[in-house]
């Protein structure tokens, strides 16, 4: 069964910085690409950045590009963003993504709030 736990929540002044975490379990994981994506109030859930299964090659959603950065631990199942320069767009509930088809599996999301 695989699962995915974000971690890392928190409250973050514009222009500071956090960083969130994603668990997997029940999946090998580095046969398998991670992405990171966030749901804001009132819109759609939006892709922010993804990673190869060796963490080699990385694309990034242009709201965050320069600002984010995706990496992974392998060796500890888990895939990482740092989220610097935060802005006040930024605040969402955070979800890490496997793509096993026929199925998407998600973790149950993390909230990250911008306020001074």
């Known amino acids: 069964q ?3 736990v974000e971690s890392g929540r928190g409250l ?3 222009g500071g910085s956090l960083r969130l975490s994603c668990a997997a379990s029940g999946v ?4 398998f690409a991670m992405k990171w994506y966030r749901r804001a109030p ?3 859930r939006e892709f922010v950045s993804s990673i190869s299964r060796d963490g080699g090659s990385t694309n990034y959603a242009d709201a965050v590009k320069d ?5 992974r631990d392998n060796a500890k199942k888990t895939v990482y963003v740092q989220k ?3 802005s006040p767009e ?5 979800y890490c993504n496997i793509s096993w088809p026929p199925r998407d599996y998600w973790g ?4 990250v709030t911008v306020s001074s």
């Open 2 to 4: 695989v699962q995915l």
């Open 12 to 14: 973050v002044q514009p």
């Open 28 to 31: 090998t994981f580095s046969d």
């Open 42 to 44: 009132g819109k759609e």
């Open 67 to 71: 600002r984010f950065t995706i990496s």
């Open 84 to 86: 610097n320069s935060v």
């Open 90 to 94: 930024d605040p969402a509930v955070y």
């Open 108 to 111: 149950q999301g993390t909230q």
